[in-house]
């Protein structure tokens, strides 16, 4: 370790936000960089463990434990403590290509796995992976990546984070990938499902264009399935790698869910993102929160980003509402140990401007939406909602029961549904007959990821289901070792 005692003098330092009253007036990223020395010391704090759990990367109780991507963070964490930062960028990139990305957006499973976070602060994993891949753009180490061209060409459909994966690692031992991208922006979630405050789309662009140059081919605006058969890329191309996501939405069975003025929380933070990069929002091609009672029905990132995004648009007042109970403060040890995943509440980003602008935490637990109400010209103007209990029902699973006299009416004016996701869309399964699961993404055994069809793999939110954009790094990853050994009889890419 680079300094053995690190730990125990040296307390955790997060990488601090804007205020609240400045970043709310614009979409520039929120997070401030450390300085070099902070860093050092925060690299000092890694215990340099024996048996690493931070770099696990295993499902604990149906949560990510460690990091998926299997990151080397004792190793770089020792080299930034003593200013090697070359060789930790070198580190970091063994077995991350985008750590632009997760730095930004990852919720660090490997902080939630940290021993020192066992009995203290865990080590500031996240922060010092920003500082590494920036510190590496700024000098100039991170290159445009070739190979000697093996001859075989292979269609990755989908541009966000499981297909871009792919795409370079497929690249990246000699193979001709062309990404298909119904959007005309390419980065998938990374370019329209996070805001701009998360993550800068200038960074993706950053990317893409790295990617542009290596020779990765981009064709946009095409839709596989819909104005571009999905069978002609079986029979154009060696291979097809699907990386479409987890794009249908989840929508609420109540009544007066139809009314105008209610939104997928994925359509309202595209429009905005979109209209945001066409035109500075001058186009009005997007949904305006400016002025409104806005409610959002779910959690989770997408939750707060919709709370994020309303604030920033200028609205009245901003409310979620959670079925769930609030998580409690601190881990439940008994329950939720170490080093699974910790349960606990976080107050994120969107919360922290919530509560400065409007002095109260934005989420409601326990709430359930009864019915939404509208007026005469089909506008949402009311939510009504009923409190819940959870308790076992006759089999012994939890389940919500309504609280008798519980029931409140809130004053909406639009209404954001940030429920999740129930899979892949339907079009390419159906033309090309690909075998599903029980909850209808693309059936492919994780380290096989082939498909029932011939030269047609799947990776990411497509082939697991809503997930993190590091698991979908990593199964992009692991999808393009199959194809290469499929193609080529063995792989090289680790």
Known sequence: MGKATGFLEYQRADQKKRPVKERIKDWDELKIPHPEEELKIQGARCMNCGVPFCHGGILLAGMAAGCPVHNLIPEWNELVYQGRWEEAYKRLVRTNPFPEFTARVCPAPCEGSCTEGHIMEPVAINSLEYAIIEKAFEEGWVKVKKAKSTGKKIAVVGSGPSGLSAAYYLNSVGHQVTVYERADRAGGLLMYGIPSMK?????????????SESGIQFVMNTEIGKNFKAQRLIDEYDAVVLCGGATKARGIEVEGNDLKGIHYAVDFLKANTKSLLDSGLQDGAYISAKDKDVIIIGGGDTGTDCVGTSIRHGCK?????????????????????????????????????????????????????????????????????????????????????????????????????????????????????????????????????????????????????????????????????????YLTGKSVIR
Not at 199 to 211: A, F, G, I, N, Y
Request: hydrophobic share 40%; proline share 5%.
């Open 317 to 485: 007042s901003v409310v979620q509402f959670e079925i769930m109970p609030k998580p409690p403060e601190h881990r439940q040890d008994v329950k939720n140990p170490w080093p699974e995943w910790p349960v606990k509440v976080k107050v994120d980003y969107g919360q922290e401007e919530a509560i400065s602008l409007y002095g109260k935490d934005p989420r409601n637990y326990c709430l359930s939406t009864k019915r939404i109400v509208g007026n005469d010209k089909g506008e949402v103007t009311e939510v009504h909602t009923v409190e819940v209990i959870w308790d076992k029902n006759a089999q012994g699973r939890l389940v919500p029961k309504e609280i008798t006299g519980s029931e409140k009416i809130w004053k909406a004016d639009l209404v954001l549904l940030a429920m999740g996701f129930l899979g892949p869309e339907d079009q390419i399964p159906a033309e090309l007959k690909l075998e599903r699961d029980a909850r209808s993404n693309i059936k492919a055994e994780y380290d096989v990821f082939e498909t029932n069809v011939d030269k047609v793999f799947s990776a990411g939110d497509m082939r697991r289901g809503q997930s993190l954009v590091v698991w979908a790094i990593q199964e992009g990853k692991l999808a393009a070792k199959a194809v290469d050994k």
């Open 199 to 211: 993550l800068q789309k200038d960074v993706v662009e950053r990317r893409l264009t790295l990617l």
